[in-house]
């Protein structure tokens, strides 16, 4: 006879980059115990890892009511608590009797050495915490080069992926029934989200920052398998081609979802190659997108490599870069003043909607660190403040992927000229004309004449400017005195 799960003692079900309800493996396990489930979240502020910036927690906050909403449509509830995850998980055992803990593994190193800690307290208590992979394609260290080390080099690391079979999904487990989530005989207290205080406050002047990252996202797992139906069926075919194009705007966006583990990389894999199968169209569009979504993965290894990817040059013969301290340059970026239209739209871009196109942060970001010669630090923070994606591998990875200092970064003579890439990759200025208020692009009739200035909203209390800035520096002389001190430090690669 089998216990009534009811009477059984509960297991605990610990969400946290991986805020979704299929696919994913350690609610597969928790199900699969057939014991009752305590579904938890912890607002853990004592971890020693990065805070989260404010847009993450504006999505993180829609994140949890989905994830409680889901589980709610199957009689469950998300149990919320504050503090630190040690004592909650211990405590909360102790009240419900629990033996066994189930959770995602973050593969950030400064989670996971404390989760190995956490783990032999939890083990000297005799719990036990399952850690699990629900995030990546491969466990990071699963990947190595012939010579047993972590890759460096993207090109034969993505090989090394494919051969490992990890992009080969062509099934996922079958998501136990959704009648199966018992739950316990008396369900814990738990905090309200809203209590948690992830939501942006609104400005003095009563504005609500956020309000663009609703407009353009909907956070949570339903949305995510939203963003991906969307872009298969209208954006696939043509993403080798056109995912350069931010006037085109054809991307996936699950960059966020997959930050708050909202989908699978697997799932996106499956689904992409059904589609592919169906319609062979498809096929070039899909081996760029394949190759795009291994990055992840790739800056993942990175991270594992040099845990504080954000403060440590990957290449420690940066250590010693002179940067410029340009207080006003620096402003003038983060505002989209720069005088240059591509890196100002995209500047704008990230403040209205959390999110700024791919092509666009690689010549903003190449802006700060080229043009102006300001710490690759110090844009990796902003973006990590206002990216509703800000990831922490993947951010770092890319500012110093475009700062020169990364593992196979770009080279030190590229120095993105932001006029001829406006020209390339949005020729009719369609992307400047969403964000730079007044612009019009010369072939139909002049350039921008006044600017919307009220980005900052009542947030900044400096007067905003009526007319669209000049150019903060001159692109040809910025050029040369970048070229110049990357050639100073030693430099050896050559210049096109
Ligand atoms: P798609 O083109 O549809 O790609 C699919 C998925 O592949 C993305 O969602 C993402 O998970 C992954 N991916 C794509 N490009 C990259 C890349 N270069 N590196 C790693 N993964 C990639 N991406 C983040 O997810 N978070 C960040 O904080 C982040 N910061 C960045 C900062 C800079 C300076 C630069 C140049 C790039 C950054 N990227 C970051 C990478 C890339 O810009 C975004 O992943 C992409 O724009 C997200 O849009 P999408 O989901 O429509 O991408």
């Known amino acids: 006879m089998t216990e009534n799960p009811l009477h059984a003692a509960p297991v605990i079900l610990w969400f946290r980059s991986d805020l979704r309800l299929q696919d994913q493996a350690s609610v597969q396990a928790a199900l699969k115990t057939g014991q009752p489930i305590i579904p938890l979240y912890i607002w853990d502020e004592t971890l020693a890892t990065r805070p989260l910036g404010a847009a993450s927690k504006w999505w993180l906050h829609h994140s949890l009511k989905a994830l409680d909403e889901g589980l709610r449509s199957f009689g469950s509830r998300l149990i919320i608590e504050r503090g630190t995850a040690q004592v909650i998980l211990a405590s909360l055992a102790k009240e419900y009797d629990v033996k066994t803990i189930f959770c995602s593994r973050t593969f950030d190193p400064a989670h996971e050495e404390n989760d190995l800690h956490l783990e032999n307290k939890l083990k000297a208590s005799f719990l036990t915490l399952n850690r699990l992979n629900t995030s990546l394609l491969t466990e990071p260290n699963r990947v190595r080069t012939g010579e ?23 099934h996922l487990p079958e998501n136990p029934s959704t009648d199966s989530w018992a739950a316990p005989a008396k369900w814990p207290h738990s905090q ?17 920052w956020s309000n663009g990252f609703g407009a353009r996202f909907k956070p949570g797992e339903r949305g995510a398998r939203a963003a991906l139906r969307g872009f298969l069926k209208h954006h696939l075919r043509d993403y080798d081609s056109g995912r ?16 708050f583990g909202e989908i699978s990389p697997q799932r996106i894999l499956l689904e992409t190659d059904k589609a592919v199968r169906a319609d062979n169209s498809l096929s070039m569009g899909t081996a760029k997108f394949r190759a795009e979504l291994a990055w992840r993965d790739f800056s993942y290894g990175l991270l594992g490599q040099q845990p504080r990817l954000h403060e440590v040059n990957f290449r420690r013969d940066f250590d010693t870069f002179e940067w410029r301290q340009d207080d006003a340059g620096f402003k003038a970026w983060c505002r989209g003043e720069t005088g240059y239209e591509l890196v100002d739209a995209g500047m704008r871009e990230l403040w209205q909607t959390g999110y700024m196109h791919n092509r666009v942060r690689m010549v903003a970001a190449s802006f700060l660190i080229k043009h102006l010669m300001i710490d690759w630090r110090r844009g990796e923070q902003w973006f990590w403040d206002c990216l509703v994606d800000a990831d922490p591998a993947n951010n770092p990875a890319s500012w110093q992927w475009v700062a020169g200092c990364g593992a196979d970064a770009a080279p030190y003579f590229r120095v993105f000229n932001p006029i001829t890439q406006a020209e390339k990759f949005d020729p009719q200025g369609a992307y400047r004309a969403r964000y730079i208020q007044g612009y019009t692009h010369p072939s139909t009739g002049g350039i921008h004449k006044t600017v919307q200035n009220d980005l900052f909203g009542s947030g900044d209390t400096s007067p905003p400017s009526t007319a669209y800035p000049k150019p903060i520096v001159d692109h040809a002389f910025a050029r040369q005195r970048a070229l110049e001190a990357y050639k100073q430090r030693g430099q050896d690669d050559h210049a096109d």
């Open 148 to 170: 047993g080390k972590p890759f460096r080099v993207f090109t034969p690391y993505f090989k090394a992926l494919q051969a490992s079979g990890a992009c080969d999904v062509d």
């Open 244 to 259: 350069d194009r931010p006037d085109l705007d054809l991307t996936s966006h699950l960059s966020p979802h997959l930050r």
């Open 192 to 208: 309200s989200i809203e209590a948690l205080g992830l939501a942006p406050k609104l400005t003095p002047g009563g504005k609500d």
